[in-house]
């Protein structure tokens, strides 16, 4: 399969790598970005092709990569054949948006996020036409879910897309109060990044034993112990009340960039 990218910053090179490693077809890359360098190392580093001026990709390739903000998308200009297939991760920019710009009428998207870099992605796709290739190439970014509409990939984003930076802002308070309460401790990143990991197995692992995540925090808490006097202030705070406006907030913004706003 040939593949163009526009765009190769974080989620660009993210999938650019995911595919390179995929198992299931042999891959050949295209990409561009307006100041080149990105595209040139990448290009080095998959053993693609650069594309220097954005009107030299080829017009014949299988898939293009839509892998810029979605605040570029006025200034983003190309003629795509009108049979081109384009896989846009541009956060809440709609099919029909694209479809219109572009003069085409094969448009899937992706929610992907980060972790995709390490083959452990969870993913977000929805296209309203077969696109079964490009699926089985998804899948070597880590786990892919299929949604049934953009409504509903929309609805997710807030989870999924941003979801790693949301956890990592609590790695990041642990790591602050754990240096604050033992006078720093040189293996603080190391004890906070394997409580993460230890505790997302855990939580993987409840899916197919059918264990509430409520039952998973309840095993660690016993009544006026430890961990309990420290979910008390949680919930004296309100936490579920505070992440819930987080995400009202997101989704809210996924809407706004859906007008264009
Ligand atoms: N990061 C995430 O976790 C995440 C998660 C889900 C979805 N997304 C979506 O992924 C998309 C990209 O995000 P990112 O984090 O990868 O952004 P990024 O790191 O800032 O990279 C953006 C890339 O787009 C390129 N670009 C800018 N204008 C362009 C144009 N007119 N034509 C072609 N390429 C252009 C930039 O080129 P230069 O290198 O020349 O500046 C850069 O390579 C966004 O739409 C975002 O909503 C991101």
């Known amino acids: 399969m040939r593949i163009g990218f526009f765009g190769c910053g974080n989620m660009g090179q993210a999938l650019a790598f995911g595919f390179k490693n995929s198992k299931s077809q042999l891959i050949e890359q295209y990409f561009y970005t307006p100041s080149k360098t990105k ?36 200034e983003f200009s190309f003629q795509f054949n009108e049979s081109a297939k384009i ?4 956060a809440g920019t709609g099919i029909d948006t694209l479809e219109k710009k572009f003069k085409i009428s094969k448009v899937a998207r992706l929610m992907p996020n980060t972790p995709s870099q390490l083959g ?11 696109a079964s290739e490009m699926t089985g190439l998804l899948e070597s970014l880590g786990k892919l879910f299929i949604m049934s509409s953009e409504k509903e990939l929309d609805a997710i984003t807030a989870f999924s897309g941003s979801g790693p930076a949301l956890i990592f802002e609590f790695a990041r308070i642990f790591e602050k109060h754990l240096n604050a309460m033992s006078g720093g401790n040189p293996q603080a990143k190391e004890i906070i990044a394997q409580t993460f ?23 660690v808490t ?8 420290a979910l008390q202030i949680l919930e004296k705070n309100d936490l579920d009340n505070i992440l819930g406006g987080a995400f009202t907030a997101a989704h809210k913004r996924t809407l706004e960039l859906k007008k264009g706003i």
């Open 39 to 74: 595209a040139q190392e990448l290009a080095i580093k998959t053993g693609g092709h650069f594309i220097e001026n954005v009107n030299e990709m080829p017009t014949d390739l299988d898939w293009y990569v839509l892998a810029f903000k979605p605040q570029s998308l006025n």
């Open 87 to 90: 896989l846009s991760v541009l």
């Open 120 to 130: 452990m992605g969870a993913n977000l796709f929805y296209s309203p036409f077969e």
């Open 197 to 219: 990991l230890g505790s997302a197995k855990l939580l993987e692992n409840s899916i197919s034993s059918g264990v509430t995540f409520e039952t998973l925090r309840e095993q």
């Open 222 to 229: 016993s009544k006026k112990g430890v961990t309990y006097e």
